[in-house]
Antibody
Framework: QVQVVESGGGVVQPGRSLRLSCAASGFTFSSYGMHWVRQAPGKGLEWVAVIWYGGSNKYYADSVKGRFTISRDNSKNTLYLQMNSLRVEDTAVYYC?????????????WGQGTLVTVSS | DIQMTQSPSSLSASVGDRVTITCRASQGISNYLAWFQQKPGKAPKSLIYASSSLQSGVPSKFSGSGSGTDFTLTISSLQPEDFATYYCQQYNSYPFTFGPGTKVDIK
């Protein structure tokens, strides 16, 4: 069965960096786009970034552009989110999610999320 | 960026009720509209894509419609497990954007 499992969350000070990972299994990882979506405490869902199946196309929310980088290693079935210059407002549960297709579509499967807390 | 709005922001309903949630896009998005369900403390679950296509395993009591700027999600007969928050999302153009959510709770 399709499974995506996030890791790497934790507490980090403002201005520091953190890298999230998402291990995928149960499907041909290299054939699907992958997304990151976040949810601040008590708030709604916010789409963060997407990477197409081959890794060559990446798109970001305005709120993270220039600070976050999405990447993937298809040989390891793993998705990443490198988060730099973190701000208090980046505090959220970060979800890894599979695209319905190889590129440019919406989400079909979600992970359980990993909590990132940015605080001094 | 495309802005998404939902109405109502919350509603109270009884088991067996028919419930309709509306989602509106700030510009035309064809049928590139998805719906998600989220229960407290849980990850979202994908319900519908392409405005009206059910994701695998989603029961037929859920249905979606619309095109352009106006969309609806309908739950034909509300069951206890359907009490949750529902989000729409446009995927017509980047950055993808979610609506603010509609919370459905028990009357």
């Amino acid at each position: 069965q399709v499974q995506v499992v996030e890791s790497g969350g934790g507490v980090v000070q403002p201005g520091r960096s953190l890298r999230l990972s998402c291990a995928a299994s149960g499907f041909t990882f290299s054939s699907y786009g992958m997304h990151w979506v976040r949810q601040a405490p008590g708030k709604g869902l916010e789409w963060v970034a997407v990477i197409w199946y081959g890794g060559s196309n990446k798109y970001y929310a305005d709120s993270v552009k220039g600070r976050f980088t999405i990447s993937r290693d298809n040989s390891k079935n793993t998705l990443y989110l490198q988060m730099n210059s973190l701000r208090v407002e980046d505090t959220a549960v970060y979800y890894c999610a599979r695209d319905l297709r190889e590129a440019g579509s919406t989400i079909d499967y979600w992970g359980q999320g990993t909590l990132v807390t940015v605080s001094s | 960026d495309i802005q998404m709005t939902q109405s109502p922001s919350s509603l109270s309903a009884s088991v067996g009720d028919r419930v309709t949630i509306t989602c509106r896009a700030s510009q035309g998005i064809s049928n590139y509209l998805a719906w998600f369900q989220q229960k407290p403390g849980k990850a979202p679950k994908s319900l519908i894509y392409a405005s009206s296509s059910l994701q695998s395993g989603v029961p037929s009591k859920f249905s979606g419609s619309g095109s352009g700027t106006d969309f609806t999600l309908t739950i034909s007969s509300l069951q206890p497990e359907d009490f949750a928050t529902y989000y729409c999302q446009q995927y017509n153009s980047y950055p993808f954007t979610f609506g603010p959510g509609t919370k459905v709770d028990i009357k």
